[in-house]
């Protein structure tokens, strides 16, 4: 057991990171601590921390080819990947959007079309307030994107589509 000298906690020396220069063999803050400390100064200013790990990858090309190598072969590097991506940019799990999949009935909740094979919708959010909103293919997400979720502009291009379409049926009809 040992005491954090930040939090005061008295912990099990597995909640510390282990460090050869201390009497005991681990650093005198608590891995929570550790952590907090560390994304607080990341946040408050991240260039010095990516400028040193940059400054070592190009200074070991090879060994930091060998890590990758590694990294990528002992576990299934898409689906980490992809779980990772979908939990930091949008809150969510790999759980949560299979759920939301099924409840969209497997495809697009615009044109309800499922997925290519190999491929995944793409997760339709709030830009403002960050909320997931549905699963929707390459095309209909394009399409909002471009309108830029201004409900005039959408209503205007359904009357024209609409409009266009009853003249061409009515030219069709002659």
């Known amino acids: 057991m040992k005491r954090c000298r930040l939090c005061n906690q008295t912990k099990p020396l597995d909640a510390f990171y282990a460090m050869k220069g201390m009497r005991d063999g681990h650093r005198n803050e608590c891995k929570t601590c550790t952590l907090e400390r560390r994304r607080a100064a990341y946040a408050a200013?991240?260039?010095?921390?990516?400028?040193?790990?940059?400054?070592?990858r190009d200074a070991n090309p090879e060994r930091y080819a060998e890590n990758q190598r590694r990294y990528k072969s002992t576990i299934d590097y898409p689906a980490v990947m992809r779980a990772?991506?979908?939990k930091r940019k949008y809150g969510i799990s790999v759980e949560q959007y299979e759920a939301r999949l099924r409840e969209q009935g497997g495809g697009c909740a615009v044109c309800a079309r499922p997925p290519k094979l190999g491929t995944s919708l793409h997760v339709d959010h709030d830009h403002e307030t960050g909320c997931v909103r549905g699963l929707l293919c390459f095309s209909c997400?394009?399409?909002?994107?471009h309108f830029q979720d201004?409900?005039?502009?959408?209503?205007?291009?359904l009357h024209y589509v609409a409009t266009k379409r009853r003249l061409s049926e009515l030219r069709a009809m002659r």
Do not use: F, K, S
Request: no cysteine; charged share 20%; net charge negative.
């Open 141 to 145: 997400n394009a399409a909002l994107g």
């Open 45 to 56: 200013n991240p260039q010095p921390t990516i400028e040193r790990v940059q400054a070592w």
């Open 150 to 157: 201004d409900l005039d502009r959408i209503d205007a291009a």
């Open 84 to 86: 990772a991506h979908l």
